[in-house]
């Protein structure tokens, strides 16, 4: 009966999707554009500081897998970061460790990156 009242309604036994498919964009280019940007400038952030850059500089509130679906929509793949991070600038990592030779081991601290979130010191 379902096929038969489409042929009546319709003239096409063939249910077709009128308009746009899909949710609503939340980003809009420049957006996207200033993400890329973000990552290809440092490929080692992580999700979650991607939204609060977005927040602070762009005044948008998006989720982190809103974030993760755009840079995997506009072909960014944990391949091309691993290439990006690769293509450094080796010049300005020998200056970073000539400037940070002068400290001894004693005054630098560092922290795992991995038990590090902004509720932690």
Same mark, same amino acid.
């Given at each position: 009966?379902?096929?038969?009242r489409?042929?009546?309604?319709?003239? @096409?036994v063939?249910?077709?999707?009128?308009?746009?498919?899909?949710?609503?964009? %939340?980003?809009? %280019?420049?957006?996207?554009? $200033?993400?890329?940007?973000?990552v290809h400038?440092?490929? @080692? $952030?992580f999700?979650?500081?991607?939204?609060?850059?977005?927040?602070?500089?762009?005044?948008?509130s998006?989720?982190?897998?809103?974030?993760?679906?755009?840079?995997?929509?506009?072909?960014?793949?944990?391949? /091309?970061? /691993?290439?990006?991070?690769?293509? %450094?600038?080796?010049?300005? %990592?020998?200056?970073?460790?000539?400037?940070?030779?002068? $400290? @001894?081991?004693?005054?630098?601290?560092?922290?795992?990156?991995?038990s /590090?979130? /902004?509720?932690?010191?």
């Open positions: 009966y379902h096929v038969l489409l042929w009546r309604d319709t003239g @096409d063939a249910n077709h999707p009128r308009g746009v498919c899909g949710c609503v964009r %939340r980003l809009e %280019r420049e957006d996207i554009e $200033y993400l890329l940007e973000l400038d440092n490929p @080692d $952030y999700l979650d500081e991607l939204v609060s850059l977005a927040r602070t500089n762009h005044f948008i998006i989720h982190f897998t809103t974030v993760f679906n755009e840079l995997e929509h506009a072909g960014m793949s944990q391949k /091309k970061l /691993k290439c990006i991070a690769s293509e %450094r600038n080796e010049e300005l %990592r020998a200056a970073f460790v000539a400037r940070m030779s002068q $400290y @001894d081991a004693t005054e630098i601290g560092f922290i795992d990156e991995v /590090k979130d /902004k509720w932690t010191l």
